[in-house]
């Protein structure tokens, strides 16, 4: 992917968030129910400081030209009905995620809350769509802090690491239909 060729090129004192954490917070912005101008949040990608962590124009611009295109394709992919996980983002048997997963998951939590009040606007708490919202970041906090979700699964009698291939699986459709439920609304 380009992104990671971009990062790996740079002499970077981590300020950047990595390719997965970046992949889940630019997912959470194209899945935003309203369009938030990328002036609004592109600073996030680094740690919310004016300036940018460039040591040109031209390595800002690349790596600009890189996001957009990252969130052009979210978003159609988003809206087609047809997100998938990214490549390699699976989970793991020792870890039930894998890393890059966990840091996905990192990033959309990370760009949701940017998108808050307008989903809590058109899928406002109790009711039915509030439910389904969620139903869905529940599942990606899940897989974002599984330790935690196994326990809690556990105390409750469930068996967890089946549920994680289940929550997982179905986290393509559950950000699609909600993406296609909210801009029916919108």
């Excluded at 040591?55 to 998938?84: C, F, H, K, V």
Aim: proline share 4%; hydrophobic share 40%; glycine share 8%.
């Amino acid at each position: 992917m380009k992104l990671n060729g971009f990062l790996s090129s740079l002499d970077n004192d981590d300020t950047l968030l990595n390719e997965a954490k970046t992949l889940g917070f630019v997912t959470a912005l194209a899945a935003a129910p309203n369009i938030i101008s990328p002036n609004e949040w592109l600073a996030c990608l680094w740690g919310n400081t004016e300036q940018p962590p460039f040591t040109s124009t031209r390595q800002l611009e690349e790596y600009i030209g890189i996001i957009i295109e990252i969130w052009n394709e979210a978003r159609q992919s988003i809206l087609e009905g047809a997100w998938i996980w990214p490549d390699g983002y699976t989970l793991d048997d020792d870890e039930i995620v894998s890393e890059s997963t966990r840091d996905f998951c990192e990033g959309l939590l990370q760009g949701w809350q940017l998108t808050h009040d307008d989903w809590n606007e058109l899928m406002p708490e109790g009711s039915e769509n509030g439910a389904l919202l969620g139903g869905f970041l529940l599942s990606i906090s899940m897989l974002f802090d599984p330790e935690t979700a196994l326990a809690a699964l556990a105390e409750h009698g469930a068996e967890g690491l089946e549920q994680f291939k289940e929550i997982y699986d179905a986290v393509p459709d559950m950000l699609t239909g909600l993406v296609l439920r909210a801009s029916e609304q919108n």
